[in-house]
């Protein structure tokens, strides 16, 4: 029997049989087929063009006022301690909450001026211990009585800082002892100029300064600029200690941070 000739008397149909189509058979049509790519141009060299910082009105405002910490003051990270004038954003310094010490990330400076000369609020422990910082600054306080237990279960909450200026002698400050803190009676207050303003910002806005609890803010209210400009958070950098704020044995810990640190980015 013979097969059927093709309706009209021309070639086979692209689909004869059991053949298979070759690749010219199956290309799109002309309409639907992809463009061929542009012909690129003359390589032109790239312009650097520096980046522009617009600061908010908040920056501005510290800048105005200039309340800071002095340049000789120094913080505790995980590798040791650490002038202001030596610490960079993402460095880890000490800081607490109510009730636990951890390590928390510097998010930016509010203040960074080294060669500002002012005055400052210097005051000393009666064990020696000196802060200078400028007199709206903010820092922790306890009215302690002439008899009072120096052993601290609970940390101020942030509300309860008063500016510098307000400290008087006799007074009690937060210090940090052998992994507890304590309360340390203001023997001397003093005012003293000093080159170097700094005011870093951690994650909860609170700072371990020359051992001391004291807040990164000064004459604006914590809580609104926090919120309001502000969105950050605790980074973990030695593992479960720094991200879940767990208790720790200080300095045992500081070593297992500085074994680390070449792992941080």
């Not at 913080?75 to 928390?104: H, I």
């Not at 998010?107 to 609020?121: D, E, G, M």
């Not at 910082?133 to 309860?160: A, Q």
Request: hydrophobic share 35%; charged share 15%; aromatic share 12%.
């Amino acid at each position: 029997m013979q097969s059927a000739e093709p309706v009209g008397g021309g070639a086979s149909p692209p689909f004869s049989g059991g053949e298979v189509a070759s690749l010219s058979q199956i290309s799109p049509p002309a309409p639907f087929a992809l463009p061929s790519p542009p012909v690129p141009a003359a390589a032109v060299p790239p312009v650097n063009v520096p980046p522009v910082f617009a600061s908010p009105a908040v920056f501005h405002y510290f800048y105005k006022k200039g309340y800071c910490f002095s340049t000789d003051t120094w913080v505790t990270t995980p590798v040791g301690k650490k002038r202001m004038d030596s610490l960079e954003v993402g460095d880890f310094v000490l800081t607490a909450d109510l009730t636990t010490v951890y390590y928390a990330p510097i998010s930016f400076w509010i203040h960074r001026a080294p060669n500002v000369t002012t005055k400052f609020v210097t005051i000393m422990t009666e064990y020696g211990k000196m802060l200078a910082l400028s007199s709206r600054h903010f820092i922790f306080r306890n009215k302690c009585e002439e008899l009072y237990n120096d052993h601290v279960n609970l940390l101020p909450s942030n509300s309860e800082a008063v500016y510098a200026e307000q400290l008087e002698v006799g007074d009690c400050v937060y210090l940090l002892y052998k992994d507890n803190f304590r309360l340390q009676k203001l023997q001397d207050i003093s005012i003293t100029e000093r080159q170097g303003i700094y005011s870093p910002l951690t994650s909860n806005g609170r700072i371990i300064v020359n051992d001391m609890l004291a807040s990164c803010y000064s004459d604006v209210n914590e809580a609104t600029l926090q919120t309001t400009y502000f969105s950050v958070r605790t980074v973990s950098v030695c593992g479960p200690i720094t991200q879940n704020k767990r208790s720790f044995s200080l300095w045992s810990t500081m070593f297992r941070c500085s074994t680390l640190s070449g792992e941080v980015s």
